[in-house]
């Protein structure tokens, strides 16, 4: 990647990472719980604008690569690895089971990173429930509600599968699946969704952001439109949570499902958000029980009832030391940051022949998510000669979503690049001067 940086003309420091602010030696991080860093860290960024070089320290697995599969999985920074590891080295222990310290301790944490992660989301009036990802979270609201023969749910063409197969699962108890589309524009079919609402339909279950073409579905829309015909709404936020504001009061949804690795946080972490408890749980056992007799049980309230057994308690502290993390930088910083990046790889994209970019106008919102194919050539080989050649990670493939590439007509799937705070311009120039040399 050096001879590259040199050859494309693109800065780089003396120890030939990406020129960005100055070259990341120094060993200070940007740590929530130490307010003198972080207030150092906020002085920089009001002077001059966002700090991404000061970011950038606190991910050292970035080295000298360039990482834009942020999509699939994010990077956690030191201070999230700190509050794992301090678990694991200063107070591991089960929570709720026991009175020594370490046991309280841990409790704690554990209730107080699921306080900080409802009032991230604007949601602390509601009920919040840590999972082991997005997956689980759809699911359980899946196997949660009681369905009947001839009740329908409908969802959308932009969907992850992971948005798509627990509702068509369903099909064994009578429930009918519904699947709206999307206009040439890449927007979602308003006009579909009312005329495809019938009796019957108990749940509308949508994206609030594509993880193919970034483009953002008008949730709120949606859920005026759900609440009119008194039927349920659920978004899959894990594309939104990362990358802006999310008030999910504001939304008007009655669930929200979202994944820790995607914004910073650990493996194996997701969070349900209901604003009424209303699922049965599907789940049972220890931790989740108030009472049992001999010849029945009452279930515990709040977050409890739907976390049965011993959880990922690390990675639930974890996860609220990366919403503390982003909190400290600002949501809409990183949105307007990474817009700008979006921009730039957009309009950078375009310009090269043979390149055919999927991803709405800036007329409709999106995110940073950009797909594109390069003719003649596979998008996995283009994944492979980013990676072999520039030490450019992109994703390449259906990105689990292979109705939406049948929609595009797009067998072979795209290369998508996937943008998060801890990119740079420079960066963003490094992918595309590769892409014009394979291009020719």
Known sequence: MRELCKSKGIPVNEDYTLKSGQPRVSKEKIDPMAGKTMETFKEKQAGSGFAVSE???????????????????????????????????????????GVHRFTRIASQRYWHAHEKIAQFIGGS??????????????NMVAQGLAWKSGDRVITTILEHHSNLLPWRNLARQGVGLDVIGIHADYSLDLAALE????????????THASNVI?????????????????????????????HMPVDVKHLGCDFFAFSGHKMLGPTGTGVLWMEEPVLEPVQFGGGMVEVVSGTGFTTSEGYQKYEAGTPNIGGGIGLGAAVEYLEKIGMERIRHYEEALTNRLIDGLVRINGIHVFTPGPQVPRIGVVSFTLDGFHPHEVAQHLDETADIMVRSGHHCCQ???????????????????????????MLIAILKELAG
């Open 195 to 206: 005329n495809m609402i019938t009796p019957s339909t108990r749940l509308v279950t949508v």
């Open 55 to 97: 970011i950038r320290k606190d991910f050292p697995i970035l080295g000298d690569i360039i990482y834009l599969d942020n999509a699939a999985t994010s990077f956690s920074p030191d201070p999230v690895i700190d509050a794992m590891v301090g678990f694991e080295h200063q107070y591991r222990a089960n929570v709720g089971r």
């Open 125 to 138: 009036e509601g009920t919040t429930v840590f999972t082991k990802n997005t997956t689980e979270a759809i």
């Open 403 to 429: 109705p939406l590439m049948e929609r595009l007509r797009l067998p072979e799937g795209t290369v998508r690049a996937s943008l998060a705070l801890y990119n740079t311009e420079q960066e963003i120039d």
């Open 214 to 242: 970034g483009v953002m579905t008008p949730v709120t829309e949606i859920a005026k439109i759900c609440h009119d015909h008194g039927v349920l709404l659920l978004v899959d936020g894990a594309q939104s949570v990362p």
